[in-house]
């Protein structure tokens, strides 16, 4: 590597060009940089900047990152390896043929999913706090907090001679955190070595942290979901493997009986049988939920050294070791949830006597220190004082009910005392005590205000905030949104836009955000003007909408320049449609890198609106917004490539975009099978992207696929199913699909024959400018088949598709003007549109125009053009051209 080329260290990201860094002494000379990565110093989103690979597994790989002048940061790329490739530009692209159950774009969206569920989670202390979501490359990133610690993997591996106790220091803080998932409806995270770190290191193990839920993993490698059942089983499996080494049996072997089998004779019974419970194969007798399996594990994870018994008569029990946990004194109530864990245990009569000794022991000692001598004060004894050294078992000493009493006692003999201004000073005391747990009120609301107005709001897009959580709870935001301010109250919206916390209700939502948008704050202006634009809470008024808008774009928001760029495309919000206008606001959205907004310019250069045409000028804000990932971006640059004949690049645009399930993008992929463009010809993987895209609704798909059917190429010849399909492109409106869908009614194809029906049909397309539609339905008006014959109507509709270039119709209006059906006689005309049509090679107009060469009929007579015409309609087997050239003695 040459690190003077990289002036600053990958990991720490402090000026450096030596080999090892001098600040935190990571050594580069050791490290590889493999194709797969993204190169060092990569910067995404525009604000991140990448540097080492810190680990990678078969979901994605996470760099060290660093916000432009900011804090040291962690960075989770999607990148499936067993599913993705990445091109020389960095991009992340599917792998084509991939036959995994769960595609690469089914696990992208679990990826986009699970970032708004951490970011949703936030601040829980054993979660990871999220803080931004990124798509560039064709892919998407999580940035994150970077954890000062280690996975649990490699902090088990310096720990390994007490495990149990290891384990003791960091579980309840774990389950902690899974009892807070579990309110949140997440019953299933990810729960693995490698998954959960451990602050402060192996040494000194602090406060779990999960790096992430496990979404996106369950979906990429299609894990069996039975094996996670509420997540109790899985954490089972944790615990298990922390104890033994070594992973349990799997999940089928339990279900096929294989025992567990637990390393050491004297391992807690609490613990072992809490993790026998959350391994049962039957979901319903594992613990109800993590507070029951809290219950289950209390007397392990707060049990104390052994209390010395006083001398009573012994006598064993079944279990040793389980007798030996009855010392502890506070195992009364353990054995009560132990009985409750195994009601049917063959150690149940063990456990009882247990119990019925414990009890006994603790009368004795009752009396024992009923008995004994007192200090001059008359409170504790020598055995207490020397007890009260040790603060952490104060709880259990049986003296406490008593030292409750006495000091009941002498507080009433302190009352007596003081009399009746004590009474008073006593009162005044209490109001000090409420007067400060309202000045601690008072700065807790100022600290989450103080918080709210530096909160990360979700960058800006338009589909609005991400959903999140105040960090006291919803009433403190209620509280500050009452107090008016402004970005709680834009958060609360959220809360009742997404039914999060609360019951879900719009009209408060927009009434919420209405406030917030009072006061100038950009993003609620963008969200009230988009229920003003959908009619969510509010009556829909789209001038209203593109007035908000108009608020926010003119602070520079780039969401709402892009709406703003929209109506004036479209001339919703009362104004009039404005090329120019809307490509002004798409191009100040466009260059603070809004990927929808580069796509909108892009094609403006493309299709010359609001400017004149300008491929390089398109390429190049198509290009930006692809980088980025934007679909329709990725879409519209295929289309592009494709218009030009780039058949590779055009794929190498639909593809990442087909495979993210965008319909635009499979149609154009499909249509590259289907022709043979820069693709070998291939009608299976035709049908297969045309179904996605028609499953979709994609109505151009829908016909093509119809077609498919229809001719039987790439799936079985199937009529029935060719309607089907024409019949949904065509309820849409399709042109082609509704010309096409009337010809299997004319002609009884897949369907019952129905010439009205056929008629209806036609008239649809015909109206769009369908060729098909329209020569079909000049034919029908021709002839008289499910309508009055009408000539004139005829000749309308052929003359509207022989503009169009299509030879039978320019042939058939060639017949009208011949035979003066529905216009004047016109040998000329004819011979025009006769011409036309034969140009193309259409046989009947081949022989029309050879019967005018040879009677000099709008032409001048030739006999050689009349012949070298038949020739070529014969050559097609056109009987009545066969007869022409017998009638001129030609064989």
């Known amino acids: 590597m040459n690190y003077a080329a990289h002036s600053h260290c990958p990991n720490c990201f402090q000026p450096s060009t030596q080999a090892i860094c001098a600040s935190c002494g990571f050594d580069r000379a050791t490290y590889v940089e493999e194709a797969l990565h993204l190169p060092l110093f990569s910067v995404v989103g525009g604000q991140y900047t990448l540097g080492r690979v810190v680990a990678a597994d078969a979901v994605g790989i996470v760099y060290t990152a660093q916000k432009t002048g900011g804090a040291i940061l962690t960075a989770r790329e999607y990148y499936p390896e067993p599913l993705a490739v990445r091109t020389r530009t960095g991009t992340v692209m599917p792998k084509s043929g991939t036959a995994r159950p769960q595609g690469f774009a089914q696990g992208y969206q679990h990826f986009i999913d699970e970032a708004r569920l951490l970011n949703s989670c936030q601040p829980l202390p054993g979660i990871v706090r999220f803080v931004d979501l990124v798509e560039q490359y064709g892919t998407a990133y999580w940035v994150m907090d970077s954890i000062d610690g280690c996975p649990l993997q490699d902090a088990w591996h310096q720990q ?105 004779s004297h391992l807690d019974p609490y613990l072992k049988t809490a993790i026998e419970r959350c391994l049962m194969v039957t979901a319903t007798d594992r613990p109800a939920d993590i507070s029951a399996l809290k219950t289950l594990l209390a007397p392990f994870l707060n049990a104390r050294p052994p209390v010395t018994p006083v001398a009573v008569a012994e006598k064993k029990t079944d279990d040793p070791a389980l007798w030996q946990h009855t010392r502890n004194a506070d195992s009364i109530e353990a054995y009560q949830a132990y009985l409750q864990a195994y009601p049917a245990s063959a150690k149940k009569e063990a456990a009882e006597e247990a119990m019925k000794r414990l009890k006994l022991e603790a009368e004795l000692k009752l009396r024992q220190w009923q008995e004994a001598p007192r200090k001059d004060d008359g409170f504790i004894d020598d055995a207490a004082e020397e007890d009260e050294d040790d603060e952490d078992y104060d709880d259990e000493k049986p003296t406490n009910l008593f030292v409750q009493l006495l000091k009941v006692i002498f507080g009433g003999l302190l009352l007596a005392a003081i009399g009746a201004g004590g009474w008073a000073a006593y009162q005044g005391y209490l109001d000090m005590q409420q007067k400060h747990q309202g000045q601690e009120e008072e700065q807790k609301v100022r600290s989450a205000e103080q918080e709210l107005t530096t909160t990360y709001l979700p960058k800006d897009n338009a589909s609005g905030f991400y959903q999140s959580r105040c960090p006291d709870g919803l009433e403190l935001w209620q509280k500050l949104a009452d107090a008016n301010n402004a970005t709680a109250q834009a958060l609360l919206s959220g809360c009742y836009l997404y039914g999060q916390a609360v019951p879900e209700d719009k009209v408060l939502a927009a009434q919420w955000l209405r406030k917030a948008a009072d006061q100038g704050l950009a993003r609620a202006q963008t969200e009230l003007a988009g229920l003003y634009k959908l009619g969510q809470g509010v009556t829909a008024n789209p001038v209203l909408a593109l007035q908000w808008y108009r608020k926010a774009a003119d602070q520079g928001l780039a969401g709402a320049q892009f709406n703003v760029g929209q109506m004036y495309a479209s001339g919703a919000g009362g104004v009039a449609v404005n090329d120019r206008e809307a490509l002004e606001w798409f191009r100040k959205a466009a260059e603070q890198g809004y990927a929808p907004a580069q796509t909108s310019v892009g094609l403006a250069y493309e299709q010359g609106k609001g400017t004149a045409p300008d491929r390089p000028k398109s390429l190049e804000w198509l290009q930006k917004a692809a980088a980025q990932g934007d679909l329709r971006g990725l879409t519209a640059l295929g289309y592009s490539y494709k218009k030009t004949g780039d058949f590779a690049q055009a794929q190498a645009a639909f593809s990442p975009a087909a495979e993210r399930n965008y319909p635009d993008a499979q149609f154009g992929l499909a249509l590259l099978y289907q022709f043979g463009s820069g693709v070998k010809q291939d009608f299976a993987q035709a049908a297969q992207w045309f179904r996605k895209a028609a499953d979709q609704g994609h109505a151009p798909s829908q016909y093509y696929l119809g077609n498919l059917y229809e001719l039987g190429n790439g799936v079985g010849l199937d009529l029935a199913q060719a309607v089907d399909w024409y019949k949904k492109a065509a309820t849409q409106g399709d042109p082609e699909g509704q010309a096409r869908l009337g010809y299997m009614f004319a002609n009884g194809k897949g369907i019952a024959q129905d010439d009205q029906q056929a008629v209806e049909w036609y008239k649809k397309a015909a109206t769009q400018g369908s060729i098909l539609g329209q020569v079909s339905l000049g034919y029908m008006y021709d002839v008289g088949r499910g309508i009055s014959q009408d000539y004139q109507q005829a000749f309308k509709w052929y003359k509207k598709a022989a503009e169009q270039g299509l030879a039978s119709a320019q042939g058939n209006l060639g017949v009208q003007y011949q035979f003066g059906k529905g216009v004047e006689q016109d040998y000329q005309q004819a011979a025009y549109w006769y011409g036309k049509a034969a140009t193309q090679g259409y046989a009947p107009a081949q022989t029309h125009l050879a019967y005018l060469y040879a009677s000099g009929k709008g032409v001048g007579q030739d006999l050689q053009q009349a012949i070298a015409w038949y020739q070529k309609a014969a050559a097609q087997g056109d009987a009545d051209a066969q007869k022409g050239l017998q009638a001129l003695g030609v064989q």
């Open 160 to 264: 390994p001679k007490q495990p149990a106790s290891y384990l003791k220091l960091w579980l309840k803080p774990l389950l902690d955190t899974l009892e807070q998932l579990q309110q949140r409806g997440i019953h299933s995270p990810d729960l693995t070595l490698h998954n959960i770190f451990l602050r402060g290191g192996a040494k000194k193990p602090q406060d779990p942290v999960l790096m992430d839920l496990g979404l996106t993993r369950q979906s990429v490698l299609d894990l069996d979901t039975a094996q996670a059942g509420d997540g109790l089983y899985t954490l089972g499996a944790l615990l298990f493997q922390c104890l033994n080494g070594t992973p349990p049996p799997s999940f089928a072997q339990c279900r096929q009986g294989v025992p567990l089998t637990f390393v050491g």
